[in-house]
């Protein structure tokens, strides 16, 4: 048992080990990449050939590894555990927590046939730490941990070779990795992989399924009460079913035996498809019903503890139903052998069952347990936010790198998905040709790769923990509903509203998706940066996959020809033998993805509406990413790189920059050689102002996808207007976010959103549509929405953007203009600002089907262009170049509204212009600018109000009153400018107090110095 002390931790050794003379006899544990290693030989020789006995070894082993790896689980131990834990024999094996294991051959048969209790006591740290990961796993390490071995002297080279290497070579990485697919008829690396963990839980969760590991139900409600709910709504829709099945049958007259027992069959069968649960939580309900290996009439505790009322509120009706439904003979028939592997289950799963109402435990195979633990375990870990936070305050001084456990975690992540949902097969135009033939490691066919319980289990944990989240947004339906009811009270307190205009403001529209999306009942929970990142990962894993390609190339013919065939005037039948498809098409998605489309639709929608859009690492920009990821598929190019074949890959491998200059040569080789080589897709980041790559090849992936790409785009053009426009360093970022978003939305794109949302494409683009629309349920928005629904909020942002810039362009200075040019000369982007905010309103115009001659901002009064104009000092304006425009309010002489220009703007005959904004107060008391000294600026007030008194060109009341403070701020800015404009002259010294003038005085000084020293020697 030297690999089990070994692996334990100190609490656990201590609580393990024997005392002979005070004197402790237990091993200390291995480090992480000395165990990593050991558990690989173990795996690789010990478990093959070792028999049982070597699978009983590796069922007591598996507990110690998985809290090695993730860190022990901190879960609230019960009384009868501890009792237990003292009267345990000495030779049994005990977990960290204390709780003696159940013996592997306790079955007279010697089959390993047991249930695992994985018990860890509570930490001191309270009740705020229950069901997290302690600290000190391998995936929360900061540092990359050190091999025996290794000395203090070269620890500065094994850090910065570890740093460059691929994770791949490293034994943590080696143990928990997913296996890599073989292509049997390669004889390369991929065909000699060592067994890793998942390949001995697979093979364990296949021919031992009764080996069972107990996980708490009380460590997933604090995360996910709404799968709670859903799982509690299953059960006890079970039972009425269970119930109306038993008095149809009653009814019926059941005489003979065999009648009963088919009739009781049948309800068994049929309960499991009419299952529903909650609406909007069909994941948690698939997970429960049709993906544990252990379904949901195997789970005693967890039906016994919901079904008497447990989990949030009971039922008596329910609860005397399901009592009288127990009751039944017919119900409780059970086989012989079921009966005795109950039998002998029972002293141990009923041990901790509901005793003092506490929660139940969730039964699950070595591999569903191993996945999920792993994927919650982002969630349920403090180690990694102190390193986030850590990570953020080193990015300050460049000095940041990510954790080690997180980059593992990202590693391992990245080989569960190539696993699980694995990449189809690139099959090249020309068929071939130069460069040999092409490696690929699953074929997914023409409908992709079909995904089998493990995949779909793994997806759909993902699905539930990762992208649904703690909150759900509500569905449609609940949230019209809200808006009716808010817009009802509304306008039953308006009583101008009319009965006609009352009916139509209550139907929302897609500019109201900001309001339908906000959560109901519960506040917004953003997840971890982890998982942000793991989301947008996957994403990119599917979207990359060339199934999608191959998929959506198929549809999309098939559109196009149907197309063709209407516009003819010949419309097929269905007797046509030349055109398969005339009558229905198949649906273009793989699996994996039409999967997840309502929860990245939800995920989305959330981010936009729920996080924050100033922070650069909140969920909207990683939902932002994710989206864009998502409706530009065709972004992904296919590259080609050489496959390099080596016999034994024994980590030795480098990553020098000699290596690296090899690879490309191969790469650049295989091109024109016999190399094997394989097909990769590459990701291609656009830029903001490049034009859309799309091409009619992925008519039918936007149609499989219209609400993906109508609704988010009405809640950003909603939210964009919070961008900071106003400031110079934020106008480029801001302006960048929304060029990205619209550019998405080319000509092409639009025509085929528009043909799809007025009702005017053809049968087959009509028949994906709504697919898609039953893909997402009770999240599926109304069909009547258009994207001119938006116009309103796409022309509020672009007056928006075209204001501030128009703004910022009248309060540049000399030295603003001359910096500006000099910036646009030497970049080479001389009059850009410019040509960009005008493709921004071209596309605006096509997008929202605006008219050609729509302009955002009335024009001014075009200047003389002269050198005051170019140095910006401008020229003034007179009263009568105002009068012109004749959209400006009523305002009296010091700019304010006036009675008459207030009800100008109330009816709609007048608005203000945000260029008219000006400055409120006395330039020489205004705020300190960014440019300023701020020590200056006081001395350079001080000094010009004394000279101003001295001279006699301001009177001492005039400054006394400008100091009084008994009046509002706007009011005392108002009586500062009245001051000002009546002043005809004054000395002003604050632009001694600017920087620029500073350094251009120097400068001055120093050419003047200079050439004055030339000259006079």
Known sequence: MLLEEALSSGTSSSSSSTSNGNKSTSSPPLPPSDAALALLSFLRDELPAGGISAEKRFIN?????????????????????????????????????????????????????????????????????????????????????????????????????????????????????????????????????????????????????????????????PFFKELIQDWKMCYLQEV????????????????????????????????????????????????????????????????????????????????????????????????????????????????????????????????????????????????????????????????????????????????????????????????????????????????????????ELFLRLVIEFWVEGQVSPPTFAEGIQRYRNGRSAFLSTSSSSTSSSSSSSLNPTLRDSLELTQPLKTTYVSPPSQIQIGVLNLVRHLVSDVTVRNMVKTASMSCQRRQTQEREGRVPTTTDDDDATTAKISWCLPPAMTTIQPSIFNYIRLGFTCGSIHDRRSIFHRALEAWLVWVEPWNYVMKRRAVVVTGNNNGSSSSSATHRAGEFLRNAAATVSSHRVEYYPAYVKPKPTSPSTYSSQWEAYVVANLNLYTVPLAIFLKRARELDFSSTNEYPRSLALVQRVLRVFSKQVVTVLNSVLNRRADALSASLATMHRDNLKAFCPPSSWTLADCQLDATNLLEEVFSQYQKRKNEMDIFDRIDARLNALFSGKIGSDENSLQSLLSQVRYLMHLPQDYQVLPEEPKSSRGWGSFLGLGSRKDGSSLVENLLVPERDASGRLTDKGRAQIYSGMRKCNPIDVHFVGDPLLARVKTYEIPVLVELTVQASNYLNQKLGLVSEADVAEGQTTDEDTLSKHYHEMERYQKTLFRINLRFLADSRNIIFAYVLWWLFRTIGGFFSS
């Open 240 to 455: 009425e079913i269970q119930n109306s099945a038993a008095s149809m049958a009653a009814r019926a007259g059941a005489g003979g035996r065999g009648g009963a027992f088919g009739a009781s069959s049948t309800a068994a069968t049929t309960t499991a498809t009419t299952i529903e649960g909650m609406v909007g939580k069909e994941n948690a309900t698939k997970i429960l019903y049709h993906l544990l290996l252990n379904g949901p009439n195997e789970q005693v505790e967890l039906k016994t503890y919901f079904q008497s009322g447990g989990g949030g509120g009971g039922n008596n009706v329910l609860q005397q139903k399901n009592m009288n439904q127990l009751s039944s003979p017919r119900a409780a028939f059970i086989t012989p052998m079921k009966q005795q592997q109950q039998q002998m289950n029972t002293p141990r799963t009923t041990s901790t069952t509901n005793a003092n109402n506490n929660e139940p435990n969730l039964e699950l195979t070595m591999l569903e347990y191993y996945l999920l633990i792993f994927l919650r375990f982002p969630l349920a870990n403090q180690e990694w936010e102190v390193q986030l936070q850590d990570q953020l305050r080193r990015m300050r001084y460049g000095a940041a790198t990510t954790a080690y456990g997180q980059r593992v975690y990202s590693h391992l992540m990245s080989s569960y998905l190539k696993c699980y949902l694995p990449h189809g097969v690139y099959h090249r135009p020309d068929g071939g040709g130069v460069g040999g033939t092409t490696t690929q490691r699953v074929d997914g066919g023409e409908g992709g790769v079909p995904l089998d319980r493990t995949a």
């Open 61 to 221: 082993l598996f507990s110690l590894i998985v809290d090695r790896a993730f860190g022990e689980l901190n879960r609230p131990q019960p009384p009868s555990a501890t009792a237990k834990s003292l009267s345990s024999s000495p030779g049994t094996v005990t977990s960290p927590g204390g709780s003696t294991y159940s013996s592997p051959a306790s079955s007279p048969s010697s089959k390993l046939a047991s249930t695992y209790t994985t018990t860890t006591t509570t930490s001191s740290s309270g009740q705020d730490e229950l069901y997290q990961h302690a600290d000190g796993g391998w995936l929360s390490l900061l540092n990359t941990p050190k091999p025996t071995g290794s000395s203090s002297s070269t620890t500065s080279s094994l850090h910065h070779s570890q740093k460059t290497q691929s994770l791949d070579n490293d034994p943590i990485v080696k143990l928990l990795r997913a296996p890599k697919q073989s292509n049997n008829n390669n004889n390369d690396s991929y065909s000699q992989q060592q067994p890793t963990l998942l390949n001995a839980l697979s093979a364990e969760s296949i021919h031992r399924p009764q080996i069972k590991f107990k996980f708490p139900l009380g460590g997933l409600s």
